[in-house]
C-alpha cells in the first residue's frame, strides 16, 4: 500500500514536474480539474543529504516555508533571518532549506531561487513583462532559470508563480554539493461527495492515511462538500553524471587543416591562422545578441569574441588561432573547428559579399549626396542626403557603415549553394535597403515643386498613385535630358518638361533593375507555377541572367545583383557630377 492514491488524487500520482530539459522545482497555483473544480497546488524543492531521505515521515511534513519576514528590534535580540522547511521530527530534516526561498507579505507571495545557485553559475538576470529569466551568458545559454517570481492569493485561489530550471544545471549542482533533490508538496481541493468518498469518510465523517510517500487528510465540512488534501515528498533523480563542472579538467584538443598536432588553449599560437568557411556566420546572423563585424570576427555581448579575422576570396574567412582559443568557450572552438577548410580551398582571387555591399553603400549615398548636391546649386534648395535615401552618411562612419538596420542584412553570407528560397530572401533585403529607403514624400517634391513637373500627365489612370520607383525615374530622365542637350536644369525647366512628355519617358537602367527586384520579392518561393517561373525568368534577364544558367545554386545570379546595381549608381553619379561641373 505504500503507493497508494485515492482515485481523487489520480492526478496527483501522475504528475511530474520534468517538462523537456526543465524541472519544475517550485510551483503556486491554483488551477482547474475537469468539471470546474478548482485546486490548489504548492510544491517546492529540497536539497538534503541521501541517508536523511529513509527518515522522512509524510504525516510530519509541513511543505510552508518558515521565513522571519518583519522582524521586530529587541536590544537584547540578535536577529538571524532565516527560511527553512519541515520536513519530519529527525535531525537533519527539522530546518531545511529550501532550494526556493520565499516570504508572504499582504497576500503576495514573494519566490527567489537559492542565490548561491546563480551565483555558481554566474547567471545574468533578464527581466519580461512577466518573468524573470537567468541567462548563462558565457557560453551563451538562454533560460538557465525561468520564474514568476509572485504569486498573489485572493480567496480562495492563488494566481501562478513558478520557478523552473535546466536539468543540467540542476543535476551538475546535485553532483558539486552532494546533495539529492526531493520536491514536498501539498494539494488541496473541496469536492461534492460521491461514492467514493462516503466509503472513506464512513460513519466519522473523517479519513486520515499515510502511506510510504503520502499522508491523506479528508474531512466533511458541510452536507455535500469534501475538504481533501495530501502532502507527500518524491525524489527526483537528474542522473549520475557531472554535466559542466569536469569540462576544464581536461582540455578539448581540435584538429586543423595544416597543423599535424592538434590544437589546444596550451599550444595556440600568435600568427599560426587557420581558413574557415564563412557559413560559419549562419547562427551569428540569426541571433541579434552577437555582433558579426564585416572582418567576419563575431563579439558576443562584451562576454567574448573572436578577433583578428579576415575575409579572404568569396566565401572564406582566415583567423589566427591564439585569438581564436583566448577567452572563448569551448563550444564556440568546436563551432569554428566544424567550418575548417584547407587553404587550397580558398578562392582568393574572387571578391567577398561584405565588400559588395560596401561598395554598393556607398555608391548609394554618393549617387543621393550627387543629387542633393545637384538640386542645391540649380535650385539653391537644401536637401540633405539622408531626406532624400534614410541613410545617414556621418552616423554610419561613426556608429559602423554595417549597423545600419537595413544595411546589416545584405551584409550577411550567402550559402555557397544558394537555393531559389533563400535567393529571394536575401533580393527582398536589397529592395529594403534600395527602395524602402527612397523618401517618398521628398522625391514627389523635387519632381513637381523643384522640377515644375506635372506629375499627372504621367499616370496610367487617373487613380495610380505615382510611387518612389516611379518618381525617382521621373526625376532620372529630367537630369538624363539636361545633360544630353545642355539644357539648364533650372532655366530651361519648361522645354526639359516638354521633351519629357513628347519623348514619354525612358526606363532608367538603374529603374529596370529596381523594377526587376521589386518583381522578385514578390515571388512566392514555395509556390510554383508558370507564371512564377516566367516572372522569375524575366526579372533574371534584366540583369543578363539566363535561368537555364542558374540551375540550382542562385550564389552567381545574387551577386551579379549587387554589382549591376553598383555599377548604376555608379553610373548615375557620373552622369550628376557632369552637370555639376560642366
Known amino acids: 500500500m505504500e503507493n497508494w492514491y485515492p482515485k481523487i488524487f489520480d492526478d496527483v500520482k501522475e504528475f511530474s514536474p520534468i517538462k523537456g530539459d526543465y524541472l519544475f522545482v517550485s510551483e503556486l497555483v491554483t488551477h482547474e480539474l475537469k468539471g470546474g473544480i478548482q485546486s490548489s497546488r504548492d510544491y517546492q524543492s529540497l536539497l538534503i ?4 531521505i529513509k527518515f522522512i515521515n509524510p504525516k510530519e511534513i509541513n511543505h510552508a516555508t518558515d521565513s522571519s519576514v518583519h522582524p521586530i528590534y529587541d536590544e537584547d535580540y540578535e536577529y538571524k533571518g532565516r527560511s527553512s522547511v519541515f520536513i519530519s521530527n529527525h535531525e537533519g530534516l527539522e530546518n531545511v532549506s529550501p ?22 553559475y554566474g547567471l545574468t538576470p533578464r527581466l519580461t513583462e512577466k518573468t524573470i529569466h537567468w541567462d548563462d551568458l558565457s557560453r551563451p545559454l538562454m533560460d538557465i532559470v525561468t520564474l514568476i517570481p509572485k504569486s498573489v492569493y485572493d480567496f480562495p485561489n492563488y494566481s501562478q508563480s513558478y520557478v523552473q530550471i535546466r536539468k543540467d544545471y540542476l ?4 553532483k558539486l554539493t552532494k546533495k539529492s533533490l526531493i520536491q514536498v508538496y501539498c494539494e488541496t481541493r473541496i469536492l461534492e461527495c460521491n461514492q467514493e468518498l462516503e466509503g472513506l469518510l464512513g460513519e466519522n465523517g473523517y479519513f486520515e492515511r499515510t502511506t510510504k510517500y503520502n499522508h491523506f487528510r479528508i474531512n466533511k465540512i458541510s452536507e455535500n462538500k469534501i475538504f481533501t488534501e495530501v502532502t507527500g515528498y518524491r525524489q527526483i533523480n537528474l542522473g549520475d553524471k557531472v554535466p559542466f563542472s569536469k569540462w576544464d579538467k581536461k582540455e578539448k584538443v581540435f584538429n586543423w587543416p595544416g597543423y599535424t598536432e592538434p590544437i589546444s588553449r596550451k599550444n595556440a599560437k600568435h600568427f599560426d591562422y587557420v581558413f574557415v568557411s564563412d557559413e560559419v556566420l549562419d547562427i ?6 552577437y555582433e558579426v563585424y564585416p572582418s567576419g570576427g563575431v563579439g558576443y555581448m562584451n562576454q567574448w ?3 583578428r579575422a579576415s575575409r579572404v576570396g568569396r566565401n572564406h574567412i582566415q583567423l589566427e588561432l591564439f585569438k581564436l582559443y583566448e577567452g572563448t568557450p569551448t563550444d564556440v572552438i568546436a563551432h569554428w573547428n566544424k567550418f575548417a577548410v584547407n587553404k587550397s580551398a580558398v578562392d582568393f582571387d574572387k571578391e567577398n559579399i561584405v565588400d559588395k555591399a560596401e561598395r554598393l553603400v556607398f555608391k548609394y549615398i554618393d549617387f543621393a549626396e550627387c543629387l542633393s548636391q545637384l538640386i542645391f546649386n540649380y535650385f539653391e534648395t537644401n536637401l540633405k542626403t539622408d531626406e532624400l535615401i534614410r541613410l545617414d552618411k556621418k552616423k554610419l562612419k561613426y556608429y559602423g557603415w554595417y549597423t545600419e538596420e537595413t544595411i546589416k542584412p545584405i551584409t550577411h553570407h550567402l550559402r555557397h549553394k544558394l537555393d531559389k528560397q533563400d535567393f ?13 529607403n527612397l523618401v517618398e514624400r521628398k522625391l514627389r517634391y523635387i519632381a513637381s515643386d523643384i522640377f515644375g513637373i506635372d506629375l499627372n500627365k504621367f499616370k496610367r489612370n487617373p487613380d495610380e498613385v505615382i510611387r518612389s520607383i516611379k518618381l525617382l525615374n521621373i526625376i532620372l530622365n529630367y537630369i538624363r535630358i539636361s545633360e544630353e542637350t545642355g539644357l539648364n536644369l533650372n532655366q530651361d525647366s519648361a522645354e526639359i518638361n516638354n521633351r519629357l512628355l513628347e519623348n514619354e519617358l525612358v526606363e532608367m537602367e538603374l529603374i529596370k533593375h529596381l523594377n526587376a527586384i521589386n518583381n522578385l520579392r514578390q515571388l512566392d518561393s514555395h509556390k510554383g507555377g508558370t507564371k512564377s517561373d516566367e516572372k522569375l525568368t524575366k526579372a533574371l534577364n534584366i540583369f543578363g541572367l539566363e535561368k537555364n544558367q542558374v540551375h540550382d545554386n542562385y550564389l552567381d545570379a545574387c551577386e551579379t545583383i549587387y554589382d549591376k546595381i553598383e555599377l548604376e549608381l555608379r553610373e548615375l553619379r557620373k552622369t550628376t557630377h557632369n552637370i555639376l561641373y560642366k
Open 49 to 52: 543529504n541521501p541517508e536523511l
Open 99 to 120: 532550494f526556493v526561498y520565499s516570504w508572504e507579505s499582504a497576500n503576495n507571495i514573494t519566490f527567489q531561487p537559492d542565490p548561491m545557485f546563480l551565483q555558481t
Open 171 to 174: 543535476q551538475d549542482y546535485l
Open 284 to 289: 551569428y546572423e540569426k541571433d541579434e545578441k
Open 305 to 307: 569574441s573572436v578577433s
Open 424 to 436: 529571394l530572401f536575401r533580393v527582398k533585403k536589397l529592395h529594403h535597403f534600395l527602395v524602402e
